[in-house]
Nanobody
Framework: QVQLIESGGGLVQAGGSLRLSCAAS????????MGWFRQAPGKEREFVAT????????YYADSVKGRFTISRDNAKNTVSLQMDSLKSEDTGAYYC?????????????????WGQGTQVTVSS
């Protein structure tokens, strides 16, 4: 059983920063990529960012490019999301996800494992 545990969510004012982390644990785990999705109230879950595990290639949603940075620590099996210049529209539950194969990184169907989510609230 693979577990993904998110941390770092909270309440922040617009223009501020937060850093989310996701730790993977469980059986021998080799992810091809790990990413973040988010879901705002009343909206569908959407892609935020992904990083490939070996090459460190990164992919971002247009809405967060230049403001968010995804990184990974292979030795610790963790992935982080640094979020700067936060806006009220960034509010939502943020989910960590892991994929064991390559493909369309923006698609939820690629990801095999999901965390429980951590709430990010940006006040304007």
């Amino acid at each position: 059983q693979v577990q993904l545990i998110e941390s770092g969510g909270g309440l922040v004012q617009a223009g501020g920063s937060l850093r989310l982390s996701c730790a993977a644990s469980g059986r021998t785990f080799r992810a091809y990529a790990m990413g973040w999705f988010r879901q705002a109230p009343g909206k569908e879950r959407e892609f935020v960012a992904t990083i490939t595990w070996s090459g460190g290639r990164t992919y971002y949603a247009d809405s967060v490019k230049g403001r968010f940075t995804i990184s990974r620590d292979n030795a610790k099996n963790t992935v982080s999301l640094q979020m700067d210049s936060l806006k009220s529209e960034d509010t939502g539950a943020y989910y960590c996800a892991a994929a064991t194969r390559g493909g369309a990184y923006y698609s939820q169907s690629l990801y095999d494992y999901w965390g429980q989510g951590t709430q990010v609230t940006v006040s304007s």
